[in-house]
Nanobody, 123 residues
Framework: VQLQAFGGGLVQAGGSLRLSCVVS????????VGWFRQAPGKEREFVAS????????NYADSVKGRFAISRDNTKNTVHLQMNSLKPEDTAIYYC?????????????????WGQGTLVTVSS
């Protein structure tokens, strides 16, 4: 399986961006997908995840109420809608695949990763 994230860019604080993750390969609906981010000099951290069948979601506290994850199993795509962006949201955003049926925030449970897309939020 291959994952490709895109949609990053430069946006002013308070603005919005929509990231997309396109997943190649079979059985896209058989696994969950998560978004993580890594800011310069920091560890990669969990942002949001969506389960494989019932579309349940999970968010980091720092993005709750501002970000929304969704998936379209007909297009093998997961989106991350990011609203009310803040400078501290600046990071490289990665999408990843987990074989677990439910949502997960644990990085070690994801076994395939995309290349990342850069999001820069200016103040």
């Amino acid at each position: 399986v291959q994952l490709q994230a895109f949609g990053g860019g430069l946006v002013q604080a308070g603005g919005s961006l929509r990231l997309s993750c396109v997943v190649s390969g079979r059985a896209f609906s058989s696994y969950g997908v998560g978004w993580f981010r890594q800011a310069p000099g920091k560890e990669r951290e969990f942002v949001a995840s969506i389960s494989r069948w019932d579309y349940s979601t999970n968010y980091a506290d720092s993005v709750k109420g501002r970000f929304a994850i969704s998936r379209d199993n007909t297009k093998n795509t997961v989106h991350l809608q990011m609203n009310s962006l803040k400078p501290e949201d600046t990071a490289i955003y990665y999408c990843a695949r987990t074989r677990l049926p439910g949502v997960s925030s644990k990085r070690d449970l994801y076994d395939a990763w995309g290349q990342g897309t850069l999001v820069t939020v200016s103040s």
